[in-house]
């Protein structure tokens, strides 16, 4: 278990709770963390930035009571800041935001990070990676969607890894680069070629009946992979 993944230089497998058995959450999560996973994600949705509603600040309390794991919430809302607060209050420790859900992203990271957690911009597949870049010297990671956001289970869009290598290549040591959609044995090597850091998998673990079997099995892809920290490369200087 990682207490805080941005101190370590290390690819991570993330589960997104999306994908777990709500009805037996703890035991969802005990077992994943306890079959190897980094830490655990939270997609948190309105219903309204996406055609779907997940859930919110309460089940994220109900997680923080369950397990010690690091916790990323990327929200999928139309209103970040709205939700910042009361998901960091409820035990977040990351928060993500959609770039397409603001007017001022630079102002959208202060006040978040007001709150005392680690804060993350995302992008849709629509838009371009440019989009993102006058907020990136203000973020601690950036989150790259390689699925259309609302539903899991979807199938990795090939077109997302040269955007991973394009953004990568702008990010200091310090910040993370993250995946999230699509993510399994199949694809996580491509991912971590192109520069992911984190690796968001949601049916590929929870939708395995033998969850320990699925982190070992992308655990291993990842060690296959010619992954290496970002902290032996250059920052592209604009």
């Known amino acids: 278990m990682i207490a805080d993944p941005f101190k370590v230089h290390t ?29 655990i994600h939270l997609d948190v949705m309105d219903g309204n930035f996406v055609p779907n509603i ?4 309460v089940v994220i309390t109900a997680v923080r009571a369950s397990t010690p794991a690091y916790l990323d919430a990327h929200l999928m809302v139309a209103d970040p800041v709205k939700y ?22 630079v102002s959208t990271i202060r006040l978040i990070k007001k709150l005392g957690c680690h804060v993350g911009v995302s992008l849709n ?13 203000e973020v601690d990671l950036v989150l790259v969607m390689s699925v259309v956001p609302g539903f899991g289970g979807q199938k990795f869009i090939p077109g997302s890894l040269a955007r991973i290598e394009e953004i990568r290549k702008r990010l200091r ?17 491509d991912a971590a070629n192109a520069g992911v850091d984190w690796f968001v998998c949601g049916s590929s673990i929870f939708g395995q009946l033998d969850r320990g079997q699925a982190i070992s099995d992308l ?3 990842l060690t296959a992979s010619r992954w290496k920290s970002r902290a032996q490369e250059p920052v592209v200087e604009e």
Do not use: W
Not at 54 to 57: A, D, L, M, N, R
Not at 86 to 97: D, E, H, K, L, N
């Open 11 to 39: 690819p991570m497998i993330v589960p997104s709770i999306l994908s777990a058995n709500f009805a037996f959450l703890e035991r969802e999560l005990n077992e994943v963390m306890g079959a190897g996973a980094d830490f």
């Open 125 to 137: 597949p629509a838009t371009p990676a440019s989009a993102i870049y006058p907020a990136l010297d």
């Open 173 to 189: 040591h310090d910040q993370r680069l993250e995946v999230d959609g699509g993510i399994d044995e199949t694809t996580i090597a």
């Open 219 to 221: 655990r291993a892809c």
């Open 54 to 57: 997940s859930f919110g600040p």
């Open 84 to 105: 910042a607060e009361p998901c960091v209050r409820a035990g977040a420790q990351s928060i993500t935001f959609h770039i397409e859900a603001v007017k001022d992203p």
